[in-house]
């Protein structure tokens, strides 16, 4: 027994509720076993315990051992002070403590519910329960799926609240900031972030009919126009915008040591994925409300299908010929990334934050036309015959792998509630 899986117990009154006695022999009476509190304090808030003749409300404590109040100093912490019930598993020990009493559960706990636990958490591998996952109706499954991708998606908005509050509240700015921290992906999404940071979107706006101007200022703030070793006339220009810019507006461009090159294919060198995104910059018009109204990846297709300026066909590098020569166009990869990690969250948030029920159905929408993500922690979901259609499932497969199945969260994931209490 630990006290993850008391609580666990309490919460979900797996116990046998008749004949419930304190210490000193009183009848007890689980009318509400309270609210789980995650946070510093009691186990549970706001429970509803009839002891003897008399109906409590108030908080309760859980402890394998009567001890353990005494070990985890309870009696000197002030948030303890107001504890109606004390319930153990084990009671090795009279505290003395006439303010509440004690309530042993031992005796009224069901030993196969302990058991199943005890059994899924000793098994190995990154899934524990993998071998038991089609004992659980996919009512549940399904359900549990739909919360996980909820779940992910608030942990976004967390994330994002900071930027939030830095742009003022403005959502333009914030998807501003959440697109640029995308195109530098996971190897440049930091640099990308702090150059977004750093030049303010309404700059960029007052310049966004000259591609030109906006990609001497992307480049200019990101350090590479200060940095090159070669000129071309194509750079000569970029260069000569910036300086003007730069001393009109003010900036200090970042260090050009901040953006990694090595490992990375050329077709997601920074530069390359500066000069997309500048691209989408002078295309962007009224891009944050068209965005907010997609429901599939198809209509985002033109209008996130951009392609880097023609200077770029043939480099890579500034003033530095490339062997060949193509358009960079932002890949089918790159344009799925964008959608799960930046379109479809801010739809969510966005649909959160302002009471927009329709746009919380927009978003699922769109991420369900989204292919699923290949990688390896998906692989090892399929492996165990869970099928992955779409971009929503898979995100909530990375969800509950990461969050619950590494951690051997069992208790509180859905499949791992139910395999515990039904077998």
């Not at 609580?7 to 000193?24: M, R, S």
């Not at 003897?52 to 402890?63: F, I, Q, S």
Request: net charge neutral; proline share 3%; glycine share 4%.
């Amino acid at each position: 027994m630990n006290e993850y899986l008391l609580q666990f117990l309490w919460k979900n009154v797996l116990f046998k509720p008749g004949n419930l006695l304190t210490n000193c022999g009183k009848p007890v009476t689980v009318i509400h076993p309270g609210k789980h509190n995650t946070n510093a304090g009691p186990d549970f808030l706001e429970a509803k315990i009839k002891i003897g003749d008399t109906l409590w409300v108030g908080n309760v404590e859980l402890h394998v051992c009567t001890s353990d109040w005494i070990k985890h100093r309870h009696d000197d912490d002030p948030l303890y002070q107001n504890i109606i019930l004390h319930v153990v598993y084990k009671h090795d020990t009279e505290i003395g403590h006439e303010k509440f009493s004690t309530l042993l559960l031992k005796d009224h706990i069901d030993e196969r519910v302990v058991e199943r636990y005890r059994y899924l958490a000793g098994l190995p591998g990154h899934i524990p329960c993998g071998a038991q996952i089609n004992q659980v109706p996919e009512i549940i499954w399904f359900a549990w799926l739909e919360r996980l991708l909820a779940e992910r998606w608030e942990q976004k908005l967390a994330e994002w609240e900071e930027l939030w509050e830095q742009s003022g509240k403005d959502w333009r700015t914030l998807l501003y900031y959440r697109l640029a921290a995308n195109f530098g992906f996971y190897v440049n999404r930091d640099a990308f972030l702090e150059l977004a940071l750093s030049l303010p979107l309404n700059i960029l706006v007052r310049h966004r009919d000259s591609l030109l101007q906006v990609e001497a200022l992307l480049l200019g703030q990101a350090g590479f126009l200060a940095s090159v070793e070669r000129q071309d006339e194509y750079v000569s220009r970029l260069q000569a915008e910036y300086q003007y810019l730069k001393g009109k507006y003010n900036l200090t461009p970042m260090n050009v040591m901040r953006w990694k090159f090595l490992r990375l294919r050329p077709a997601n060198f920074p530069t390359i994925r500066i000069a997309q995104f500048a691209m989408l910059i002078h295309k962007s018009i009224g891009l944050f409300s068209r965005l907010m109204e997609v429901e599939h990846i198809r209509h985002l297709e033109t209008l996130l299908q951009i392609r880097a300026s023609e200077y770029w066909d043939s480099h890579y590098r500034l003033a530095e010929l490339s062997k060949e020569i193509h358009a960079k166009y932002l890949g089918t990869e790159a344009l799925r990334n964008i959608v799960i990690n930046t379109v479809a969250p801010m739809q969510y948030l966005y649909a959160r934050l302002q009471g927009r029920e329709i746009l919380h159905e927009r978003s699922m929408s769109l991420l369900q036309s989204v292919p699923a993500e290949k990688n390896r922690i998906i692989r090892e979901w399929e492996k165990l015959g869970i099928t992955v259609t779409d971009a929503a499932q898979s995100q909530a497969l990375l969800q509950l792998f990461n969050n619950y199945c590494i951690v051997k969260s069992c208790l509180n994931c859905a499949v791992g509630n139910r395999l515990v209490r039904c077998g």
